[in-house]
């Protein structure tokens, strides 16, 4: 089977690359072709070196598209965006990208099915930012996407082509909703959700991290790990069962800092806990007080998603896949 | 002020220029300039011919919008649409008009608003057909939108766009959401949906008419004077109270094809009643049950907007309008 990759050097995409590097047959047959796209040059599988291409590409390319569908890949997984900071910061380039490159995507899909018989599986990365403030205490599996930013409003549109293209059969589509992914691996960096990641990563690696909001803050979250999982599940997963709503609230954990705080105690001992410092930040309490923090997501469980369910596991993961399995 | 009207032509467009031309200060300020755009062309209404330019567009065309906008229109109507059943069976036509067409229209805004400060009220006519069955029995404020159709889709995305663009302050924008508009004037077409007006605007000319489906069929209405009265407390209305949550569905009159018939012999007659002819289509019949057939309109209603609340009101409405205050 040829796979591809859009976003394949991203966080997620790196994850994903690896994890089929490493099991060959997990989306059933084997890789016989493995195409990686992003921005930046992605990097190539060792195990997979003989079967892989790697291109660096611009979605909002009229070309791209067209040229990633050529090789008709049998499963894309389709996880590049702008972010929400810069989609947000930069018009014309979130809509660009995240609206007219993902279209360009489903339109260079249905364009060569014309041509001949072709329904690949797409996988679509989208996001809980599809959602606006104000939530109900659960968000529910058919609350409506009102979302408050031009990346949400991106997401929630290339949710809604995802679903009409996959009715009228052009390809099999499935989009997952992720949580906010905890713990992110790298250095602290200036996402407002940046610290929900920095007040355990840092003080695993016996470094000091800042905690801008207060420890009731709640949010909902899932490893880098589950993230992967969902989408090598969403790839092979029998797609009759998910009917006409194609696009699915991820499962995830719904914690506040303070769970979070407690669960580093546990893990990681009462030193690696002293090593957070409160620095209240009002601009990004006040940002973080319109994100969801907790959502119903038995239809994905139903469907075989799984998620953590306590921070230690998500904790525990950090560890075993970023710091070889051990503290420093 | 100068007012644009995409659309005019349409049965709701004509309807709303008459409204316009009989009550010169319905908008507030005094009309001293109409321009009215269609894909044919629209007829201009005698009160206001001086101050008129009709025009024959083709939204898909990319020098349409910003044609439409150089006049730098105050109040944007924009009723223009490729229909549910021609956008199902034009893929490529469907969203050329409905996406692409909104699209470059909001686009238009932006540019011209970006060449000098700019910032028009823009009305859009979105439909109920942006929910998809299972429904519950009462479809709230915050039922998530899941389109059955492109044209559902496309106006679910043009939702979307109008909540950005509003967002960010490019125009003050409200979203439409209208209830199945009966009675219909005009003649029996083939729309699944026609049937809702045949039934009583055919008997009240003394025809026949034929009611495909049975009379425990539920649906939700609004008479086209309502659908009218829609967009002028939109265009007028202070929406610092609508919020980022642009697009409102519209109150309604829930109501089966039964009490639709009782209200024809309460106001026309036993003999007005007896010209329905039962004539079962399964195939009509599996298209309404997948139909929405009533809403919690409370959010729309506390801003002020009105529909009629019993069936015998819309036939009256249709008794004034279309029959000339007087049954045959």
Redo the contacts between chains.
């Keep these: 089977m040829h796979v591809l990759v859009i976003g394949a050097a991203g966080m997620i995409g790196r994850k994903l690359v690896e994890r089929l590097a490493g099991s060959p047959s997990v989306l059933g047959d084997a890789i016989e072709r493995l195409t990686l796209a992003d921005a930046i040059m992605p990097a190539v599988p060792e195990a997979l070196q003989s079967v892989t291409t790697a291109l660096t590409v611009d979605l909002a390319d009229a070309g791209t598209a067209p040229k990633l569908i050529a090789g008709r890949p049998d499963i894309i997984f389709h996880l590049a965006a702008i972010v929400s900071g810069e989609a947000e910061a930069d018009?014309d380039k979130g809509y660009a990208v995240n609206l007219d490159g993902t279209r360009a995507l489903f339109e260079a899909i249905r364009r060569e099915g014309q041509r001949e018989a072709y329904r690949p599986r797409v996988l679509f990365a989208s996001s809980i930012a599809v959602f606006?403030a104000p939530f109900?205490d659960i968000i529910g599996a058919?609350?409506?996407?009102?979302?408050?930013t031009?990346y949400g409003?991106q997401k929630?549109?290339a949710e809604?082509?995802l679903?009409?293209y996959s009715?009228?059969g052009i390809f099999d589509g499935v989009g997952i909703r992720l949580p906010t992914i905890c713990i992110r691996p790298g250095t602290p960096n200036k996402a407002a959700s940046g610290f929900f990641s920095n007040i355990l990563r840092e003080p695993l690696a016996g470094k000091e991290a800042v905690l801008p909001v207060s420890e009731d803050v709640r949010h909902w979250f899932a490893s880098p790990r589950a993230a992967v999982g969902f989408f090598i599940h969403a790839a092979t997963m029998d797609t009759n069962l998910i009917g006409?709503?194609r696009n699915l609230t991820m499962p995830g954990l719904s914690a506040t800092v303070g769970e979070e705080i407690e669960a580093l105690r546990r893990v990681a001992g009462d030193k690696a806990a002293s090593l957070i410092r409160r620095e209240p930040d009002p601009v990004i309490a006040g940002i973080v007080a319109g994100w969801p923090s907790n959502f119903d997501a038995s239809r994905a469980e139903k469907l075989g998603f799984r998620a953590e369910s306590t921070f230690d596991e998500i904790i525990r993961i950090h560890i075993e896949d970023e710091l070889a399995g051990g503290l420093p």
Tied chains: 1, 2.
Excluded at 142 to 148: E, G, H, M, R, Y
Aim: glycine residues 4%; hydrophobic residues 45%; positive net charge.
């Design positions: 018009f606006g109900p058919d609350f409506f996407a009102t979302p408050l031009s409003t929630a549109i809604l082509l679903a009409d009715r009228r006409p709503r």
